[in-house]
């Protein structure tokens, strides 16, 4: 165990667009977190996720900036930027002042506003967190999952089925969350039908790009333990990766997270799993050790990963419908995970009775991972 709790949490609703700024998609965030843990003005550190500020938006020093927007003088302050896992790695910040004593109150906001910019200009800042050398043959986030969904299909003799399972499972719990980008049912065919991405990925095999924040309130005498929080870098050029399907940035994290909480695979009774592409959800099943290697697919189907399975996963609606702004993502997770463990989720999506929870929020095409447990 860590020594350090979740007091309380708090998001905003997750859109394609909205026309607040990226403090006031923090703030809300965080006065909501903070609202649910009763503790205005205690904050000692304020830890920022966020990916994009700067490049998308005219805000520069944002955690200084919202700590100033929330009214909070005398705290440390500071953004942490990790790609798309840049919300759990400020989680992690956050965890480790409150357990290190640095800090007695910590507050981690996630927030991006993805439409601050172009989708042209969108898609070139995301275009960049491949690696250097790949990004100049023109290689993208979507090219590579696309290679790695061929690859799982032939090599484990999946149906293309199986990948829109995963989007129809998201996208039915995010029918009944009210945060969630796409609150809509979708079904195998549509999915299928859908605008081809980068084949065998279509449409509804890719999240959106959202705007969006999340926040929680790190103590000592949180309602929710942080059991095991570790992360771990994975070789970064995918090409010079010995398997194409290896992500050992999530396997490494989850290993460690594992460990440092004495748990494993068996003990989770919730995932909230990085499926920014529905191949990822399997692969990550798989390399933190839920499934062996080749068989998520079959556990999705056989309706495991459902809200009644043995291992209920994206709850919320995981970043394929609940919405997936890159820097609050990793926040976002922790906060459904916590309404989970509480049972504050809404009856139509709550998961019965869970005692411990995982995450996993993922950088590029896993070049850096984060693992969080949690318990209630």
């Not at 026309?19 to 977190?33: K, N």
């Amino acid at each position: 165990m860590t020594g350090v709790g979740i007091d309380g949490v708090g998001m905003t609703e997750f859109a394609s667009e909205t026309d607040d700024s990226v403090l006031e998609l923090g703030s809300r965030a965080a006065e909501r977190a903070l609202a649910d843990a009763g503790r205005p003005g205690e904050i000692t550190s304020v830890h920022v996720g966020n990916a994009l500020a700067g490049q998308l938006t005219t805000q520069a020093g944002v955690a200084n900036a919202l700590t100033s927007y929330l009214g909070i003088e005398g705290a440390r302050a500071d953004r942490v930027e990790n790609t798309s896992a840049s919300g759990a790695s400020a989680l992690h910040r956050g965890i480790d002042a409150v357990r290190e004593g640095d800090s007695e109150v910590a507050l981690v906001v996630g927030v991006e506003k993805m439409s601050g910019g172009a989708t042209a200009e969108v898609t070139e800042a995301i275009s960049r967190l491949v690696h250097a050398r790949e990004y100049a043959q023109g290689l993208t986030l979507p090219s590579f999952a696309g290679l790695a969904a061929g690859a799982y299909l032939d090599r484990y003799d999946a149906p293309r089925e199986s990948l829109a399972a995963v989007a129809v499972k998201n996208h039915a719990n995010a029918v009944h969350n009210r945060f969630a980008q796409f609150q809509k049912a979708v079904t195998v065919e549509s999915a299928l039908e859908s605008p081809v991405i980068a084949e065998p990925l279509r449409l509804y095999d890719c999240c959106s790009m959202t705007d969006g924040a999340a926040a929680v309130v790190l103590c000592r005498d949180g309602d929710v333990d942080v059991s095991g929080v570790a992360s771990a870098t994975g070789t970064h050029a995918v090409a010079s990766r010995s398997d194409l399907l290896d992500f050992e940035s999530v396997r490494r994290a989850g290993k460690r997270a594992f460990d440092r909480a004495g748990l494993g695979p068996d003990d989770v009774d919730v995932a909230c799993i990085h499926d920014a592409f529905t191949i990822l959800e399997l692969l990550e099943l798989e390399e933190l050790g839920f499934y062996e290697a080749g068989t998520a697919w079959r556990a999705v189907r056989d309706g495991e990963t459902d809200l009644d399975g043995s291992l209920p996963v994206n709850p919320g609606g995981g970043l394929k419908a609940r919405g997936h702004p890159l820097g609050a993502t990793g926040v976002a997770q922790i906060v459904e995970l916590v309404w989970q463990l509480r049972g504050d989720a809404p009856a139509e999506r709550r998961v019965d009775g869970p005692e411990t929870g995982l995450a996993i929020n993922v950088a590029g095409f896993g070049n850096n991972s984060v693992c969080t447990l949690l318990s209630g």
